[in-house]
């Protein structure tokens, strides 16, 4: 078999895989008539809202594709197509199977019990998790074959398809992360603490479009956020490959494909054991599969790396720090959202919202400190051992970043799960199907939580790496055109400006981000009350609420406002880089990256932790629901949303947007810029 090809063939295998599992979603019953409505409406209402977000996205990379044609060639332009293509097709393959996943769940909840109900809502999550993995494998693999393989000269043509991914990740990240938490802002402070009634009550208007908006921020955006992470990984390592002049090079760029598609294949198996164990057990159900998988590749690559014979065995340990890394820094995630500081932060709810706001804040800050010493220590062991074995440290870095994220199928599969069983509770609550249905979904949406804070702590490692493995690339390609002219010096005034630049816009968009959320739940909360007010017999349970209105106001908000953050995204280095010139491009990717991990743990963490300690006050802790402690820790959620919904996971993509942009433009940027 010509090895090229096997990345590409296993990514078909994967898509095989992906439509085989959820042919077993289908097999499920949909529910009775009210049940069925209610799923075809979060249905319609998230095919709607992907349509119209795609259209606006089209026109976008219909001027990048333009520009790329001009400035880069046929074959980038390709690669932009290819890139977005796949990046959207994983995030709406994915939502469309969540949505269809949802009512399942609760259907099963209510008929089977909870062992089939996590079997309905895992399927669901592990079709987003299998198509993440494969379509990038096609998509990438196959232009490798033929721009990189069997020595074809467009390797940086490749690059293409990771600023194609990484956009269209932007805007699906931050357009459904606006949506979902105007939605979910509104809903909650109207519903809960002004009108007194329960979460998902079906007489809230705002339900519909919280649930609607699970499924196309949580699931297909952070399908578009891990897909960039995925790819961007793989191609900077094939490019800093292609820069080594050694006669492994060619194998050394293959290494990062070849590990991706083992990758998938460890993936699957971890699905499957996660179905064998989950009638037993779920919670360590989902966490052999977490930690199985990962075993397994590193069994699979060792034998891969010693079946090539010319790469260095000391890769190995490139690829198992960059995998331990990654499930460490999910387990640190695990303990600030969901161990000891939880409780803590609840407890802070009995003297008022100002003190929940201060320990939240307080968790997040501190959660920053260990993922960052993990990176560090990940980043020293691999550019080391990389040295040792006479290749270059900073390609150590990006196989790093590979093993972190050859798992992504069952990592996703996960993290995907946890907004299909909270749809399922959703879902349960507005069509009445009774206390023991309700209890199930709200076990399975507790460990969804669990799952999905563990799956954003990883994709802010994995997105760390991948970025830094990304600027090395970059500062791979501007020291081969300019040679030792270029250096990023902590004593050069102009890597220092770049450095302070780039450090301001995570802080920026994070700014535009909160405030989309804050005023387009100011509308969602206004609507909420006036039909709370208007519409006569509706808090009785008389009179149907106007979802679709709540609909609307969401999706207006988030095609509008997503657009900024991604135009500064991709317009900032090429403003830096041509403006300044490369070397303040360089200083400023490396101060947008310490920027945005930091900020990413910091809002990620906190927002999960005042989530979680909202849930913990209504399973009846310190007073429960509708007692001024529950009122309190609702206002900290509130605030959390944002944070770890938007914003939070928004830096995961724009520090890989700029790399990747860079990294695309390197070969046009003048040393010094038109200014300085």
Known sequence: MNIPLLPLLLGLVGMLAA??????????????????????????????????????????????????????????????????????LAGFIGMYAATKANVRTATAAQQDGAAAALSVSFYGGSVMGLCVASLGLIGLGGLYYFYAANGASHVHALEGFGMGASVVALFSRVGGGIFTKSADVGADLVGK??????????????????????????????????????????????????????SNSESLMMLPLGLASIGLVASIVGIFIVKLQSAKAPASALRSGTLLAPLIFIVMAYSLIQSMGDVPMGV??????????????????????????????????????????????????????????????????S????????????????????????????????????????????????????????DITDSLDELGNTTAAIGKGFAIGAAALAALAIISAYSAQI??????????????????????????????????????????????????RRQFKEIPGLMEGTADPDSEKCVEIATEAALKKMMLPGIIAVA?????????GAIALGGMLAGGLLGCVALALFMANAGGAWDNAKKYVEKGNLGGKGSDTHSAVVVGDTVGDPFKDTSGPAMNILINVMAMVSLVISGLLPLNGIFF
């Not at 046929?74 to 959207?88: F, L, M, P, Q």
């Not at 000891?340 to 407890?347: C, G, L, N, R």
């Not at 009995?350 to 804040?361: C, K, R």
């Not at 069983?421 to 009445?432: H, V």
């Open 19 to 88: 439509f085989f599992v959820y042919t077993l979603v289908m097999k499920y019953p949909d529910g009775e008539d009210k049940v069925k409505k209610i799923g075809d409406q979060i249905h319609s209402g998230a095919l709607a809202f992907m349509k119209t977000e795609y259209k606006y996205l089209l026109v976008f990379i219909t001027v990048l594709v333009v520009l790329s044609q001009i400035f880069l060639g046929t074959e980038t332009a390709i690669a932009v197509v290819v890139g977005a293509s796949c990046s959207s």
């Open 193 to 246: 603490i002004e009108a007194g009634i329960p979460e998902d009550d079906p007489r809230n208007p705002g339900v519909i479009a919280d649930n609607v908006g699970d499924n196309v921020g949580d699931v297909a955006g952070m399908g578009s956020d891990i897909f960039e992470s995925y790819c961007g990984s793989m191609i900077a390592s094939i490019a800093i490959a292609y820069t080594i002049t050694a």
């Open 316 to 381: 190995l340990l490139c690829v198992i720090s960059g995998a331990v890394g990654g499930v460490l820094i999910g387990l640190i995630t695990e303990y600030y959202t969901g161990g000891s500081p939880v409780q803590k932060i609840a407890e802070s709810g009995e003297t008022g919202p100002a003190t929940v706001m201060i320990s939240g804040l307080s968790v997040g800050m501190q959660s920053v400190v260990i993922p960052i010493l993990i990176l560090a220590t990940i980043i020293l062991i």
């Open 383 to 438: 550019t080391s051992i990389a040295d040792s074995a006479g290749i270059p440290g900073v390609y150590g870095v990006g196989i790093a970043a590979v093993g972190m994220l050859s798992t992504v199928g069952i990592t996703m599969a996960i993290d995907a799960y946890g907004p299909v069983a909270d749809n399922a509770g959703g879902i349960a609550e507005m069509a009445g199907m009774g206390k023991e249905v309700r």
């Open 479 to 528: 020291s081969m055109k300019y040679g030792e002219a270029f250096s990023l010096s902590l004593t050069d005034p102009m890597v220092l400006a770049g450095m302070f630049i780039g450090i301001c816009i995570p802080f920026l968009i994070s700014s535009i981000t909160m405030k989309a959320v804050g005023d387009a739940a100011f509308e969602m909360i206004n609507e909420i």
């Open 572 to 580: 900032m280095p090429a403003v830096i880089g041509f403006g300044l």
